[in-house]
């Protein structure tokens, strides 16, 4: 081969090594598997849903969460209709936060009928999760109370596994204030439900509001935390109050299958936030989802 063809060859050939690595720096990075729950921009949903589930497609979110459910719709949609409306707009409707208080013996046939209404018409829509987001005063005055709770939602948890859902209990911080014979409501909550029934939703943000380390609770009980609300103060990422990097490291041991963004107080407009949330998520690269 002559000599000046070969440095023609060479000079095309690091050229191309050039641009390809120029190319790849940048690429924008990838995008994570991360829903968000529409309660971040329930102001947004009650205005206009359809307009507001297209921005959040159109942020890079990847699925939804419900906080709308009532009398078998979604947003005073039909199930598959707002299943559509989010697939529509490259979104997955995989969960959703509805609940009824525990019953007594007269209210327990009527509170369970609304159950089997509710399950199908998530069954309907698709759904792999229910959560619970709350519970009344019944489970934090007395151990009898919790344990009353606590069946309950084994109850439920058996009806959603018949339809092929998940049901699961989010957190607020009063789980882990509130102490019963000297160990925190939370504590017995894990407990004394069944893990093939329920399942927890971890919010990030209430547990250490709460006073408590989640990855303490990810080495004391895992596998039980299928599901996390990933929550800052405001902006996700934005406090600095949140070990996030910890927490993801022990991802694995907490049994987490879905991240789901949560913001409810605001810098900027919900929408904004929720945009520049995911943008920390999608970004950080200990954060794998």
């Known amino acids: 081969m002559k000599k000046n063809q070969f440095k023609w060859i060479l000079l095309i050939f ?6 390809t690595s120029i190319f790849s720096c940048q690429q924008a990075p990838k995008e994570k598997f991360i829903g968000l729950q529409l309660y971040s921009v ?5 205005e206009d849903a359809k307009a507001t589930v297209a921005a959040v497609g159109e942020m890079g979110y990847k699925f939804v969460e419900a906080a709308g459910y009532g009398d078998g719709q979604f947003y005073g949609m039909q199930p598959v209709e707002f ?6 707009n490259g979104l997955k409707f995989l969960g959703s936060h509805t609940g009824m208080d525990v ?3 007269t209210t327990w046939d009527s509170t369970m009928a609304w159950w089997d209404a509710c399950i199908d018409a998530h069954a309907v829509a698709g759904v792999k999760w229910i959560v619970m987001p709350w519970m009344g005063r019944t489970g934090y005055e007395s151990i ?11 109850t439920v948890g058996e009806k959603c596994n018949a339809k092929g859902i998940r049901f699961g209990y989010h957190n607020h911080a009063n789980e882990f204030t509130t102490e019963l014979e000297g160990k925190p409501v939370y504590d017995w909550m894990l407990e004394l439900t069944d893990a093939d029934k329920v399942m927890f939703q971890l919010d990030l943000y209430w547990i ?5 380390n989640p990855v303490d609770y990810f080495n004391a009980y895992p596998g039980r935390f299928e599901n996390w609300h990933i929550k800052d103060k405001e902006e996700v990422g934005a406090s600095g109050m949140i070990d996030f990097e910890a927490i993801f490291a022990a991802k694995e041991k907490a049994g987490v299958e879905y991240g789901v963004v ?22 950080t690269d200990y954060i794998k989802l």
């Not at 690091?14 to 641009?19: D, E, H, K, S």
């Not at 329930?42 to 009650?46: C, L």
């Not at 009898?144 to 084994?154: S, T």
């Open 14 to 19: 690091v050229t191309g090594i050039l641009a």
């Open 42 to 46: 329930r102001v947004d949903m009650n």
């Open 83 to 88: 299943k559509d409306l989010c697939e529509a």
């Open 103 to 105: 019953p007594n013996d």
């Open 144 to 154: 009898e109370g919790l344990r009353r709770y606590c069946a309950y939602f084994n």
């Open 208 to 212: 250490i509001e709460g006073g408590k």
């Open 262 to 283: 949560e913001v409810e107080e605001y810098n900027f407009e919900p929408l904004e936030s929720c945009k520049m949330s995911l943008e920390f998520l999608n970004t």
